[in-house]
Every structure is written in C-alpha cells, then in structure tokens.
C-alpha cells in the first residue's frame, strides 16, 4: 500500500469525515514509488522500536500481514524483538503507528513496517515525523486508538 508522505491519510477511514486535526501518511512506501533515503538518528530508531510495544500508540491492527515488497521474495516476514526481552516479539505490517506532531497539531499515520523500512532501506522519514518520535512523550495521555475509533464512529454517522 502506497501513499506519498504528508498526503491526507485515508487507509483506514475511507470518507470524508471532520477532525480538528490533519492525519498524514508516513512511511507508506512500495518498490514501485521511489522514497527519501538517509540516516535516521540512532535514538530515534530506539525511541521508534519502543514506540512499537507501546499499546497507547497503536492505532488500528489489522488482521492480515503487509509484507516488504521492497526485499523482492528475500523474506517473507519482518519480526523483531522487544527492547528488553528477547523472547518477546512482534510482527511488522501488522498495525499502524499514529504519533502527534511535537506541537500537537497534526497526527502522523504509519505502518509499523516504517521500522523496517528504516533499518533495511535506508528509509528516511520527514524531519517533523522524526521531531515527533524524538519528542514523544511517554507519561502523556495520548490514546491512538481512542482517537481511530472517534473517527470511525463520526464516519459511521456522517453515512448513516
């Protein structure tokens, strides 16, 4: 699934629906698309990994797995362990990560792909994007799937 970063996310929410806040695609990349390469800092790939065990930032899981067309057939999943437990892991494509932006005004949508993307493709994010997984907030009140499903439920009544 491909969509260009900062467009309009969509992936989940099919329709229009009314938010306070724009919602922007991250790291929704394809082999087809070309991407932005470089180096994301190291403590922001430790502070992404942590993001990705961290319930109150997952926003939608989803049934299936996404794998990396990317590798071309060379793996057919992506796991990784948990910071501190490596008896413990996860699968990538599974889920999408929502952050707020450091000013709190925009929320990103990401694959959690993103990590992988990161790690085996040089896949670098947008500056703000890599603002706000630096400057996330831990101890805050963000709730990722509490705001997905407001959506869902304002876009289920706008339908009818």
Not at 86 to 114: C, H, Q, R, V
């Amino acid at each position: 699934m491909y969509y260009p970063d900062l467009s309009p996310y969509e992936y989940m929410l099919r329709g229009k629906v009314d938010f306070e806040k724009p919602i922007l695609n991250v790291g929704w990349l394809e082999k087809s698309h070309e991407f932005r390469k470089g180096s994301v800092p190291p403590e922001v790939v430790k502070s992404l990994r942590r993001l990705l065990r961290y319930q109150p930032a997952i926003a939608v899981q989803t049934r299936g797995l996404h794998l990396c067309d990317i590798c071309e057939g060379k793996s057919t999943q992506r796991v990784i362990s948990l910071p501190g437990d490596n008896s413990k892991f996860m699968y990538l494509g599974t889920a999408e990560l929502w952050l707020p932006s450091e000013d709190g005004s925009t929320i990103y949508a990401a694959p959690t792909m993103i990590y992988h993307y990161i790690e085996a493709h040089d896949y670098l994010p947008p500056e703000d994007f890599i603002e706000a997984i630096h400057e996330f907030d831990f101890e805050s009140e963000w709730n990722a799937k509490e705001i997905f499903e407001e959506l869902r439920r304002k876009l289920r009544e706008a339908n009818g």
